[in-house]
């Protein structure tokens, strides 16, 4: 057993051996699930956003990401996976009772697009901070391409439990102040996220394919892929390509080096990042007349354009940046950024994958660890490619602290460390859940066809299906399923009446203006 090990082992004995092994659980679990709207024939839908849906500006659970046609349903954080999961699919069955002909892709990479002119920018409304939203939009067009911006995913929001974290700095005797002390406790896990998430593409990654469309406006980037049909590309072993430089991964950021060893680092250097022009940037300009192309010229326009994979988390006041929220009141919570829609689960996530994240996470808080270097920001990015583009390769070798060793091997090293903290989560239950679902892991790893990934390309091959065609055949089918689902009468009016105070809302918040948009921008960019 080594030093890293033992340490952790005398953590999880500290609890036990206090009594306190019952604070690991309830922590809060939020989800947030982007989904594509599409036509019965599978185009990306061009319709305003629904009305009977709310106003997106102002809705606290179904809203738009980047584009007009791509819907966010944002559930709150609960302690128990299974009524997060109930509230999604509440949502889900609203939103289809208002949908008109549309439905909603199943899969995360985006089907019936035809170049960056199909994709409607969202829009929300007049107000000084729902146009904010919409031109940081228009910049991500100029910067990146609209296609890349229709990719959907699944965030998975967790906040530790409030009544471990006494527990925990007891062990620990640092005589930090509490919130200092969590702070630091999160940057930890997610130093230890960014050493061992690449399991996370092995395991959820669910979109091993493309829709050649993706490319019509940068063909150049279909080199790395094979043809697995005359309308899909793929490469033979890929987990998730969403993953990949062709998805959230930007060439433009891969020289940001964002420190995550402390809040106060982190915020500085992603400070750096939003206050430092972009030659590139400048060469687009920021206004065309007197229309915004983007918010500004630098590297960054906010801090979300940054696109890792997990986040610390603190909520903004009205108009408070978010990284001056994380430096006056430090992390609330994360969020987990790398999950691919399973197309295999009506609502995109199911019940065992959250409680393996809620393990998986539990165990990188428990674990040791170390500061973080420039150097090893880099060899956790090409493990992660690597995994993107061929996880399922057998005798794929990844980068562990400066040692080769097989994906296989590690995998089952850090599924086995996570065996002693499913024991205790499991206690005083009958079903033992989250032992269920960590074996669930351990059967994914032993043989990759069981994988989301390697189970979508055998549909496809089986049936000789291009992706476009496996993609609408299954959201037809989760469409048919969750209308048969009806809400009952109060779930259903409790959504009208968020829809009705929504767009109140949004009417508020334009009325209420007292500024132009120049110098909101000024204000906004100007806190301190």
Not at 99 to 115: H, K, R, V, Y
Not at 119 to 137: C, D, L, P, T
Not at 286 to 303: H, S
Not at 365 to 392: C, D, F, I, K
């Amino acid at each position: 057993m080594n030093k890293q090990t033992q340490q952790y082992t005398a953590k999880l004995q500290y609890l036990v051996d206090n009594h306190c092994q019952t604070h690991l659980t309830n922590g809060l679990k939020g989800i947030e699930k982007e989904s594509l709207r599409i036509s019965q024939q599978g185009s990306i839908a061009q319709t305003n956003h629904p009305t009977a849906l709310g106003a997106a500006l102002t809705h606290p659970h179904i809203t738009t990401d980047y584009s007009e046609a791509l819907l966010e349903f944002i559930t709150p954080p609960l302690a128990d996976i299974k009524e997060t999961l109930a509230f999604l699919e509440e949502i889900h069955q609203f939103v289809y009772d208002h949908l008109d002909n549309d439905m909603l892709l199943a899969t995360s990479m985006p089907c019936g697009i035809n170049g960056d002119e199909s994709i409607r920018i969202a829009e929300y409304g007049s107000s000084n901070i729902g146009q904010m939203k919409h031109v940081y939009r228009r910049g991500l067009w100029h910067r990146y391409g609209r296609s890349m911006q229709t990719i959907a995913g699944i965030h998975f929001n967790y906040s530790i439990p409030e009544n471990l974290w006494p527990t925990l700095q007891r062990h620990s005797k640092t005589d930090k102040n509490r919130q200092d002390f969590i702070s630091d406790a999160y940057f930890g896990l997610i130093r230890n996220f960014q050493r061992q998430g690449w399991m996370l593409l092995y395991l959820f990654g669910a979109s091993p394919a493309i829709c050649k469309q993706y490319f019509k406006d940068r063909p150049h980037l279909t080199k790395p892929f094979d043809e697995f049909d005359y309308h899909t590309l793929y490469t033979p072993y890929a987990t998730s390509l969403r993953m990949s430089d062709v998805g959230y991964q930007s060439k433009n950021q891969a020289g940001l080096n964002i420190d995550y060893n402390s809040v106060n680092r982190y915020v500085d250097s992603l400070g750096v990042a939003i206050e430092t022009p972009y030659p590139a940037y400048q060469a687009i300009g920021l206004k065309e007349g007197n229309e915004y192309l983007q918010l500004n010229t630098n590297i960054l326009q906010i801090e979300n354009e940054f696109y890792n994979t997990i986040r610390p988390k603190q909520p903004p006041r009205s108009g408070e940046k978010p990284t001056l929220a994380l430096k006056r009141r430090g992390v609330q919570y994360i969020e987990v950024r790398s999950l691919d829609l399973n197309p295999f689960s009506p609502v995109g996530i199911d019940e065992q994958s959250g409680r393996f994240l809620e393990a998986f996470l539990l165990n990188c808080l428990m674990q040791e660890s170390p500061l973080q270097t420039g150097q090893e920001q880099q060899v956790n990015a090409e493990n992660q490619r690597a995994v993107a583009y061929q996880g399922r390769r057998p005798g794929l070798e990844l980068d562990n602290n400066g040692q080769s060793i097989s994906l296989t091997d590690w995998a089952l090293q850090i599924l086995q460390s996570m065996q002693p903290l499913c024991d205790v989560l499991d206690k005083n239950t009958t079903d033992k859940p989250y032992t269920a679902a960590l074996q669930q892991q351990f059967a994914l790893v032993a043989d990759t066809n069981l994988t989301p990934s390697a189970r979508i390309i055998a549909e496809m091959e089986e049936k000789n299906q291009s992706f476009s065609s496996f993609s609408l055949n299954i959201s037809t089918k989760y469409q048919l399923f969750i209308k048969q689902k009806k809400m009952n009468a109060s779930k259903q009016q409790y959504f009208k009446e968020l829809a009705k105070r929504s767009h109140d809302k949004q009417k508020e918040l334009e009325q209420a203006d007292k500024v132009s948009f120049d110098q909101f921008l000024s204000q906004y960019f100007s806190q301190k």
